[in-house]
């Protein structure tokens, strides 16, 4: 059976993953304040370093906003740590191995489901998706998305 996709209005499902430096993270302990939580295919790839570093570059803004920023993918911690490493990444990065979370979510694959899907979910304070940003091509709209969304809802 598959996953109804998380829609606003949603409640994030809790998950526990490891972060870049072997730590266990408790998606619960952001509800606190909003949050970005995307999902993208590969660490190190053309698109997905195009948007790590447009999030990453308005990195500053979204913290000045409330807000923390934390990339999924089925990467490896070791992985993720290159990655965030090599483009100076200030943020959290989950590895989702058995893309579980993305399941829990409804992430939709792309290209006839080879690839995972990019999504992008703006959570308000408590844990409520505010909005859901989905395009697989358009990398460097979900931070912008992301922000034109931080503002709405304070």
Known sequence: MKNKSIQPGDQVPPFTLTNQHGEQVDIEKYFDAP?????????????????????????EELRGLGAEVIGVSADSPESHLAFARKFDLPFVLLSDPGND??????????????????????????????????????????????????????
């Open 35 to 59: 949050f970005v939580l995307y999902f993208y295919p590969k660490d190190d790839s053309p698109g997905c370093t195009a948007e790590a570093c447009s999030f990453r570059d308005s990195y």
């Open 101 to 154: 979370v993305r399941k829990k979510f409804g992430v939709p694959g792309s290209l006839f489901g080879l690839l995972p899907g990019r999504v992008t979910y703006v959570v308000g304070q408590g844990g409520t998706v505010q909005h859901v940003f989905n395009s697989q091509l358009n990398v460097r709209e979900h931070v912008k998305v992301a922000i034109e969304e931080l503002k709405e809802k304070p």
